[in-house]
């Protein structure tokens, strides 16, 4: 075999590489097995071959160009050959080093990689490197081309067009551990460093704010994915998480807080949605500016009085009722519920000011958090969640902050200040609790645990807190552990019961929720 170039290996192979790859003996044989590459090729996906750096791709459109193949690459890291098997709709892709293949495959796993809008697979190829004739100068020049778009350079005119057909101009941005607000204006500042941002429109799905952002050139789009994906806005919160959007054009009916086309700023503001205040919006892009980084293609972390003026900011440009830090929580249990047991719950996505449980109509309550922000966190992750057996209600009030009971009047303990409270979990700026914002789980993360505290001692204290104990299981240092109950409302009734809980020698039980499962 070792007389044969690759390039003829790959071209005589082609899609009967699959076979080759899976048969156990891997030898020569199987290749005649031109029939298992139909309908089995599937079965036999089963042994793959170990991690390399060179990458096969099969089932391309026919009209795939090189530079699209590249493209797929190119998100993770240096392409350094390409061998295309036009016939066969398949292509070797070899990439600077093995992590970046292995970054590549993973992503592509959890994420069909599309050419010309047409799935396409990936997976290791049994070479450890291509050996491609020098002779092929095209595939060295767009090569050498793509590399130099990497590397800060300029694209040539062919490789941009190339590029252009493997992205779309507009992105798609969903915004995780949204800690502080992010506007529209923010995107615009921080997106505008890659090319000309026409469009944006921000929306929120499935309790998470996202945004379209369309650029004037699907290069400028693919650049700032590469530069940005991953990347956080503030101090260790507000992460980017970036795609293409299949969709080519934005169309944006207003231009407000939510919507803009900055190629035609005479758009109406749209009803019941003020238009920005332009004094207010230059200030705050003037603010910005300094705020998120000199540096192309990069974001300077925060500091959090920034952060702060950025959330400060947000109100400004709202403008509207409802962008008070006070919640109204309805359909409570008004035989169970407490200002103590909201107080926890809601202390989970910010720090709670106070809490009014209303005199005549106890199954509803007024919750003051630090600001607007955390207050949109608590009640997208906990409207709908069943508290003390009813499922509760959380909007936002129209009061701007929760009155204290005049003095000598007594309220029946219904209002309860917290202003001043040590259990606040936000208190620190930059504090790690930024980063653990999780929706209510089954599955509870506990701290703070004292070292002679066994797992039987908390299976026991959490099943006596009404629930059953799925599954335990502690962190190396055992300070920390998950423990999982059996419904999301018991992970809840447990939480509200003993975070704070003192396990003995003045050390308090920390609780909060999980992203993970045991």
Known sequence: MDGISDVAVGVKRGSDELSMYNSPNSGMSSISDGASNGSDSKKLRVEEAPPSRVLHIRKLPNEASETEVIALGLPFGKVTNILTLKGKNQAFLEMGTEEAAITMVNYYTTVTPHVRNVPVFIQYSNHKELKTDAGNQRTQAVLQAVSAVQSGGSPSSDVQEALAAASSPVLRIIIDNMFYPVTLDVLQQIFSK?????????????????????????????????????????????????????????????????????????????DGQPSIDPTVAAAFSKDSSSLLGKIPGALNPLSAAAAAAAAAGRVALAGQTGSSGVLLVSNLNEEMVTPQSLFTLFGVYGDVQRVKILYNKKDSALIQMSDANQAQLAMSHLNGQKMYGKIIRVTLSKHQTVALPRDGLDDQGLTKDYANSPLHRFKKPGSKNFQNIFPPSATLHLSNIPQDVTEDDLRLLFSNAGGTVKAFKFFQDRKMALIQMSTVEEAIQALIDLHNYNMGGNQHLRVSFSKSTI
């Open 194 to 270: 890659f090319g000309t941002v026409m469009k944006i429109i921000t929306f929120t799905k499935n309790n998470q704010f996202q945004a379209l952002l369309q650029f004037s050139d699907p290069v400028n789009a693919q650049q700032a994915k590469l530069a940005l994906d991953g990347q956080n806005i503030y101090n260790s919160c507000c992460t980017l998480r970036i795609d293409f959007s299949k969709l080519v054009n934005l169309n944006v009916k207003y231009n407000n807080d939510k919507s803009r086309d900055y190629t035609r700023p005479e758009l109406p503001a749209g």
